[in-house]
């Protein structure tokens, strides 16, 4: 629902959808839904680059996204299902390259 949200173009509504996911012992998927929600408002942002002064409030909020989802990926990737999640892994790779 929150990638729906993001994909037309609203994306506080997309955040405010992850955050209120309850959280259980599911909490890793919360994580993911958070982290791609933050991630979806900056996908047309062609000035976000390397090296690219950001905003103090730019950069919490990616620094938000790589927690929650290296949070998630600490448990995906002990799943059996892990390769239904392999996104997760190729995103935290974008915050690396």
């Given at each position: 629902?929150?990638?729906?949200f993001?994909?037309?173009?609203?994306?506080?509504?997309?955040?405010?959808?992850?955050?209120?996911?309850?959280?259980?012992?599911?909490?890793?998927?919360?994580?993911?839904?958070?982290?791609?929600?933050?991630?979806?408002?900056?996908?047309?942002?062609?000035?976000?680059?390397?090296?690219?002064?950001?905003s103090?409030?730019?950069?919490?909020?990616?620094?938000?996204?790589?927690?929650?989802?290296?949070?998630a990926?600490?448990?995906?990737?002990?799943?059996?299902?892990?390769?239904?999640?392999?996104?997760?892994?190729?995103?935290?790779?974008?915050?690396?390259?």
């Amino acid at each position: 629902m929150s990638r729906r949200f993001a994909i037309a173009g609203q994306h506080e509504e997309a955040l405010r959808l992850a955050r209120g996911i309850e959280v259980s012992q599911e909490n890793w998927t919360r994580s993911i839904a958070i982290g791609e929600a933050i991630l979806s408002r900056f996908e047309e942002n062609y000035g976000l680059r390397i090296g690219a002064p950001q905003s103090s409030d730019v950069q919490d909020l990616l620094a938000e996204a790589l927690q929650c989802l290296e949070r998630a990926w600490a448990t995906v990737k002990r799943r059996s299902d892990a390769k239904n999640w392999i996104h997760v892994a190729g995103i935290l790779a974008s915050f690396t390259a």
